[in-house]
């Protein structure tokens, strides 16, 4: 059975650094994409970015480039989201999502994670 | 900018067939997929290029897409599919996925 199987709740203060994860398993975790999907506040859903784990070979979204970094531990199945300097805006519930096939163009997210809320509050 | 449209809310009763749209000039030439949420969970695909339908997800579902719509087909509506829907695109302007604002699906 797949599934990818994330951090907890945090909750920090604007300008703290975070490295959130989310672990892959039942599956051949180098060669799918895995990535992430922002969904604020009662608000709807925006793709943040994906990785290839076989290569790392990363694709941002425009409005997340430069604001996270996606990157990917193949040696233990495991995609990281991280924040240098995290903002109250950046309040949110971030899923780790997976593709179903090889195009991240093309393929849907056929695997989600339990989401991980992530609250910055000073 | 790349937008697409769905409506706010549909309302239909048990029984009958709820129909979601996702607008976007010549959308028909992007395969959609469509993903349905309920409170406090997350998403889960329900129809994937257009029309294809997972396994687990009951024949109730359909889809389709022609011209500047793709629509999701619910038939034979029941209290368990009250949900958000969202849509999903490829921009190929700007390399990115782009999902619709999503549509609350209520049973009356």
């Known amino acids: 059975e797949v599934q990818l199987v994330q951090s907890g709740a945090e909750v920090k203060k604007p300008g703290e650094s975070l490295k959130i994860s989310c672990k892959g398993s039942?599956?051949?975790?180098?060669?799918?994409?895995i990535g992430w999907v922002r969904q604020m506040p009662g608000k709807g859903l925006e793709w943040m970015g994906f990785?290839?784990?076989?290569?790392?070979?990363?694709r941002y979204s425009p409005s997340f480039q430069g604001q996270v970094t996606i990157s990917v531990d193949k040696s233990i199945n495991t995609a990281y989201l991280q924040w240098s300097s995290l903002k109250a805006s950046d309040t949110a519930i971030y899923y780790c999502?997976?593709?179903?096939?090889?195009?991240?163009?093309?393929?849907?997210?056929?695997?989600w994670g339990q989401g991980t809320l992530v609250t910055v509050s000073s | 900018s790349y937008v697409l449209t769905q409506p706010p809310l549909v309302s239909v009763a048990p029984g009958n067939t709820a129909r979601i749209t996702c607008v976007k000039s010549?959308?028909?030439?992007?395969?959609v997929h469509w993903y349905q949420q309920t409170p406090g969970q997350a998403p889960v695909l329900v129809i994937f290029?257009?029309?294809d339908r997972p396994s687990r997800i009951p024949e109730r579902f359909s889809g389709s897409n022609s011209g500047n719509t793709a629509t999701l087909t619910i038939s034979g509506v029941e209290a368990g599919d009250e949900a958000d829907y969202f849509c999903?695109?490829?921009?190929?302007?700007?390399?990115?996925?782009?999902f619709g604002g999503g549509t609350k699906l209520t049973v009356l």
């Open positions: 999502v997976r593709l179903k096939g090889g195009s991240y163009w093309a393929d849907p997210i056929d695997y």
């Open positions: 039942g599956y051949s975790f180098p060669i799918y994409w």
């Open positions: 990785t290839y784990p076989s290569d790392s070979d990363t």
């Open positions: 010549n959308i028909e030439s992007r395969s």
């Open positions: 290029h257009d029309s």
């Open positions: 999903q695109v490829w921009d190929t302007s700007r390399d990115r996925w782009i």
